[in-house]
């Protein structure tokens, strides 16, 4: 009789966990918005294409002034950029600088 008793109230202990089980989605990873993207690719290229120690600019930009001379060489085409990376690199210098 004790078990008769028993075995409902264990059956109901246990349905909640076991009908909550199921798929359990991983947390959400913060997307990058397209402006972080842009920041994040033009600081990169900027970085690979014109301040490596090889490149045109060694050490790059450092204040608002050659920063600005940089952009100004950047919309002359002084360098071989892309449109894109052209563009991302001087929105990189733009908000680096505050231009």
Do not use: W
Request: net charge positive.
């Amino acid at each position: 009789m004790t078990r008769l008793f028993f075995f409902p109230l264990v059956l109901a202990a246990f349905a909640g966990p076991v009908l909550a089980s199921g798929t359990v989605s991983q947390p959400s990873i913060p997307r990058a918005t397209p402006a972080q993207d842009s920041h994040e690719r033009g600081r990169a290229e900027y970085t690979r294409k014109l301040a490596c120690s090889d490149c045109p600019v060694p050490g790059g930009a450092t204040d608002a002034a050659t920063a600005k001379q940089l952009v100004m060489r950047i919309d002359g085409g002084e360098f071989e950029l892309s449109r894109g990376e052209r563009r991302r690199i001087k929105a990189f210098l733009n908000q680096r600088f505050a231009l």
